[in-house]
């Protein structure tokens, strides 16, 4: 069953600086938490593109070390991308982020992540009683992580 996850921020930076650090896949695993033991496997360009592949390994509990492959599959500079998971725990994982500009120096970033876990009624359990609230400590934790960087700069 298809679910969804929206998280907004308001950050203490123009968008094409806050562009400049998002649309960098060697700068995620700074916002991304310890636990999950994340490491980019795939050499990657500065910044995306569309139709980039881009690798890494996660760690979840029970699973272990997971391979994850993303398609970035839709790029508009300094404004927003999509990435989709290709290889990974999730049946389906579309992650679209988006940067407005609030004015001169504020930039409201949005995450909105559309997932299916699969695997029928287990999966439905699973992501009831764990994957939602997985998702939510990852994405506090990346909103946590931002602010820092970018509010108190």
Not at 5 to 14: G, K, N, S, T
């Amino acid at each position: 069953m298809m679910k969804r996850f929206l998280q907004e921020q308001i950050l203490d930076v123009d968008p094409d600086k806050l562009w400049s650090f998002v649309s960098s896949p060697s700068n995620l695993s700074s916002i991304t938490p310890k636990w999950l033991d994340f490491r980019l496997v795939s050499n990657s360009e500065p910044e995306i593109f569309s139709g980039q592949l881009i690798e890494y390994e996660i760690k979840l509990p029970l699973l272990g070390r997971r391979q994850w492959v993303s398609e970035i599959k839709h790029v508009e500079p300094s404004r927003c991308f999509v990435d989709e998971q290709k290889i990974g725990p999730y049946r389906f994982w579309h992650h679209y982020h988006e940067l407005q500009k609030v004015d001169d120096t504020r930039t409201r970033m949005i995450d909105l992540v559309s997932y299916d876990v699969g695997w029928g009624v287990f999966g439905r359990i699973a992501d009831h009683f764990y994957v939602q609230k997985n998702i939510l400590k990852i994405f506090t934790y990346r909103k946590e992580g931002l602010a820092r960087m970018f509010n108190e700069s």
